[in-house]
């Protein structure tokens, strides 16, 4: 079976740099190419021929770039977060007319896949919950996408979400966002990578769900994983859970 050509879009940032390592020490990838700010998308996606797009680049410019790659009938995989659940839609359907599958996620690393995951499920239980999320000081979006889709796991599973409290905040912001009913703290710190805690409470308990990114490199398998398995997807599917199983 031929190697899937696969291209990096924002190669020149932190994660894109990642990505390229990534998809060059994966057997049965090849890195086609990579382009950054400046550089026609869809002309490197056709003088490279690419099957995959990875997309690292930033908030203001990934939904554009998304429909780039779909309208050249190429599988994207998208980790830059940023994505309105109105732009989703518009990609799945975008997706859906062209065929394609493709992948949109908040966090490759396979622990953080599972912290969703195990919160999901206590969501069915347990349905006072907050979270609280950690990056390193330069990221500019907040709350992350890992947070939001966390938020979005657990409204799907939760039963009902707990009575609203007549608490108030002396000073505006105090108790975080609310986003599907959930609570979610931002912080940005140097010296942090990529952190989450998922906080749920029951009468006279606490459950902690927490994953923690010392590095990059936890990216590095997910995002193998995602090229090696986008090309069998029928349609764009948001989180990198759909794949897990296919390895």
Known sequence: MPDIQVLVNGAKGKMGRIAMESIEQTENLHLAGSCDLHDDLSSV??????QVVVDFTNASCVFENAKTIINAGVSPVIGTSGL???QIGSLQEQCHQHKLGGLIVPNFA???VLMMQFARQAARHL????????????????????????AELIAQSRQKPPKKSREYETHRGARGAS?????IHSVRLPGLVAHQEVIFGGVGETLTIRHDSMS??????GIALACQHVLKLSQLHYGLEHVLDMA
């Open 45 to 50: 996606i056709q003088q490279t021929q690419a």
């Open 84 to 86: 309105s659940q109105e």
């Open 110 to 112: 396979m622990g953080a």
């Open 127 to 150: 349905s006072h919950v907050e979270i609280i999320e950690l990056h390193h000081n330069q990221k500019l979006d907040s709350p992350s996408g890992t947070a939001a889709k966390t």
């Open 179 to 183: 986003y599907q009913k959930v609570p």
């Open 216 to 221: 990059r490199e936890s990216f590095m398998s």
